[in-house]
């Protein structure tokens, strides 16, 4: 199973070998990767050269390849077009998706996140949060009383001193975007490989968003995010946006990190695959009760 996630930052070529990628460096020995092992390139270098091979080939073992821009930020990403060898069937599974069903994922999805979100304060103030268990209890069918801005205003009120979500200048936004970013890459890739259209979404239905259904199912992800940025930036000066090196490089390895996923640890991007496929099952029985869905190691 994939499991790299390869950061590219200082000017070279990316092409293949071998059938594997070929990393040719400036005044540095050249690397060999397994294509295999890999999950997403992220390139964030403008001096990057990428044959087209190179692209056919991260098509083909279904590799996101994420571009980013002058600031480091995330603004693109490359997927596989749709492969799945049932792809139609799984098509046809979204297509008839009923109102009531895509009613009950959203709720379930935003429930995750709200318990998500309590346990990531707990981790960090050591304290229960009782107002958000209470309000992850009252989520309706597609949280038609948005609870989920509810819970969102107290969260982010503790998790960070003198925050705010649109505040431009703060590296905290700079970290949770970049963060963000990566793992959408990866849910998009996953959703991609999966044969589901990633446009149609339970929830988000922008007609100008390719990715609806992966802002649907990024959800329950973001408070792992969070709290990785909490533990990267609390000691840092946050008059700044400009994101080190370091913390990219850490930002781009969340996908490492160890999560639960059906009452068993794994990586993140293991427990996305692993949504990925509960939402396939789900799909064929009709019922939200397949879907599984990330938690916090406790």
């Not at 190179?54 to 480091?72: G, L, P, R, T, W």
């Amino acid at each position: 199973m994939s499991w790299q996630t390869i950061l590219i930052s200082n000017p070279c070529k990316l092409s293949i070998k071998n059938n594997n990628i070929l990393l040719r460096r400036l005044d540095e020995e050249d690397v060999i990767v397994v294509i295999s092992e890999v999950s997403a390139v992220v390139v964030e270098n403008p001096q990057v050269t990428l044959t087209a091979v190179f692209m056919a080939h991260c098509a083909s073992y279904n590799i996101a390849v994420i571009f980013s821009d002058e600031k480091h930020m995330p603004i693109g990403v490359f997927q596989p077009f749709y492969q799945h060898s049932r792809m139609t069937k799984h098509a046809f599974l979204q297509n008839n998706w009923s109102k009531s069903f895509k009613n009950r994922v959203w709720q379930k999805l935003v429930k995750a996140k709200i318990h998500n979100q309590q346990q990531t304060l707990v981790k960090i103030t050591q304290q229960p949060n009782k107002q958000l268990n209470l309000i992850a209890s009252k989520v309706q069918s597609a949280d038609k009383t948005n609870r989920e801005a509810h819970a969102a205003t107290i969260y982010w009120r503790i998790l960070f001193e003198d925050f705010r979500r649109n505040n431009v200048d703060d590296i905290r936004n700079s970290a949770l975007d970049y963060g963000y970013s990566i793992v959408r890459g990866v849910i998009a890739r996953c959703v991609s490989a999966s044969g589901f259209i990633p446009a149609f979404g339970f929830h988000h239905k922008n007609e100008l968003n390719a990715f609806n259904l992966v802002d649907d199912l990024i959800e329950p992800f973001r408070p792992f995010v969070d709290y990785e940025v909490y533990l990267l930036t609390k000691d840092y000066n946050n008059s700044g946006n400009k994101l080190s090196q370091q913390v990219r490089i850490e930002l781009v390895s969340i996908l490492n990190k160890q999560i639960a996923f059906d009452n068993q640890k794994t990586t993140m991007l293991n427990a996305i695959q692993k949504l990925i496929f509960s939402l396939l099952k789900a799909s064929e029985c009709g019922s939200s009760d397949f879907l599984l869905l990330p938690q916090h190691v406790k």
